[in-house]
């Protein structure tokens, strides 16, 4: 009986779903349209998937799902845009500056 053995996926490692299209082009267009982007790699949590997080020059950012962290990387180097990873060297000062006059405009 076949009634307990696992499934096979097929989208590569299980649990990870690839970066929808839309997504992807959206990441792209953020980094041809701003300068001095960066790109974060986030940790997939029990809750999400990995994403990568871009911050131009000025703090503006945008976050996506990406295909895990090989995934990250390959779109920064398709992009020529330098990459960290998150948990080691933390968000830019410039994101939390941009998050705060954001939210000063809006009050």
């Known amino acids: 009986m076949s009634w307990f053995r696992r499934r096979r996926t097929t989208t590569g490692r299980q649990g990870e779903r690839p970066a929808a299209q ?3 082009d ?3 267009g953020f980094v041809r349209s701003r300068r001095g ?7 997939k949590t ?4 990995t994403t990568v997080m871009l911050i131009a020059h000025d703090g503006e950012w945008t ?6 962290p090989d995934g990250a990387r390959r779109f920064a180097h398709k992009m020529a845009i330098p990459i960290y990873d998150v948990r ?6 410039r994101m939390r500056d941009y998050n ?8």
Not at 46 to 49: A, F, K
Not at 63 to 68: A, K, S, V
Not at 100 to 107: G, L, P, S, V
């Open 22 to 24: 839309a997504d992807l």
């Open 26 to 28: 959206h990441l792209e």
């Open 37 to 43: 982007v960066e790109a974060f790699i986030e940790p």
């Open 46 to 49: 029990t809750v999400t998937e």
């Open 63 to 68: 976050r996506r799902r990406i295909d895990g």
């Open 88 to 93: 080691l060297v933390g968000y830019p000062q």
């Open 100 to 107: 705060e006059r954001r939210k000063r405009a809006a009050n």
